[in-house]
């Protein structure tokens, strides 16, 4: 069990991987190279779940982890919820667990879900929208949202630009139109017990995200995959004033560390008062633990 009061953060956004090698057949280690280039990630070899346990376990700094199932999409073998969600429990003192369901696999993902939440410990959902190639309110994910809004469990979404597929050929067939996050906005008033995070940043449309965020009690942001210092001047004059308890700490670990992440935050332009609620408490309230 994490202990949620001497904890000094929750980073909300890091990839769970596998070992090394265990996609060179299906080009999944190709795509993760540049990735690690786009972002200048230090590391030859992603992280396991066990190494990303001990690296936040030595900073004292929770990790909300999960895979993406994106291989009806992309062909890439999907790391398995339920490998994951064994992994996170034997390191229950750092890691909260995340799930991915391809939205596409409808009451079939629907029933997965619902087995994780009530028997596996799995305490909310991850979605990429570019890299499952949907659209997020496509009512063939519905049935999916469904289960997960019943579980009141939060459903994190990519929104945004991705580093997926950046500079290879033709963006590795990734299509960035799905992440706008004005889709959210549908989902979000025909979901309104689903707590949602916009992921990111969501370049170029983060004045969409921040007027969903406003408007849509559910909705919420997390900060990951940029180095506050490239924040734009809206996102955090938002974060300091009208959404300042709807903002969350995020890395995007492995390709941003969150010492890196933490460093830049320290000088930004954010206010003394802010910085709790982004950094943990936020968190804890979306996840019931406050």
């Not at 994490?2 to 060179?24: L, N, P, S, V």
Request: proline share 7%; net charge negative; with cysteine.
């Amino acid at each position: 069990m994490i202990d949620f009061e001497k904890i000094r953060a929750i980073d909300f956004h890091t990839h769970a991987e596998e070992a090394c090698g265990c996609h060179a057949d299906d080009g999944y280690d190709d795509l993760q190279s540049a990735m690690a280039k786009y972002f200048g990630a230090p590391w030859a070899h992603p992280p396991t779940i066990d190494q990303t346990a001990e690296h936040y376990r030595s900073m004292n700094i929770a990790a909300v982890i999960f895979p993406v199932d994106a291989e009806r999409e992309t062909g890439y073998r999907r790391y398995n919820n339920y490998e994951v969600a064994e992994a996170c429990a034997k390191n229950g003192d750092i890691l909260i667990p995340f799930a991915s369901i391809d939205p596409a696999k409808g009451k079939l993902g629907a029933r997965e879900a619902r087995d994780l939440v009530e028997n596996y410990g799995i305490k909310g959902f991850k979605f990429h929208p570019t890299m499952q190639g949907f659209y997020p309110n496509d009512r063939m994910a519905y049935p999916l949202y469904e289960a997960i809004a019943e579980s009141g469990k939060p459903a994190l979404f990519h929104t945004g630009q991705t580093g997926v597929g950046s500079g290879m050929k033709g963006g590795n067939g990734m299509r960035l139109k799905y992440s706008n996050p004005m889709y959210m906005d549908d989902v979000a008033v025909d979901f309104p017990e689903m707590p949602i995070i916009l992921a990111h940043p969501s370049f170029p449309w983060q004045e969409e995200a921040l007027s969903v965020a406003q408007h849509k009690p559910n909705v919420y942001i997390d900060l990951s995959g940029w180095s506050p210092k490239y924040f734009p001047k809206i996102l955090i004059q938002y974060a300091n004033t009208i959404l300042r308890k709807k903002m969350l700490f995020g890395s995007d670990w492995p390709m941003i560390a969150p010492e890196k992440w933490l460093d830049a935050f320290d000088k930004a332009e954010f206010r003394d008062e802010v910085r709790p609620l982004i950094l943990k408490e936020n968190a804890m309230s979306l996840l019931g633990v406050s």
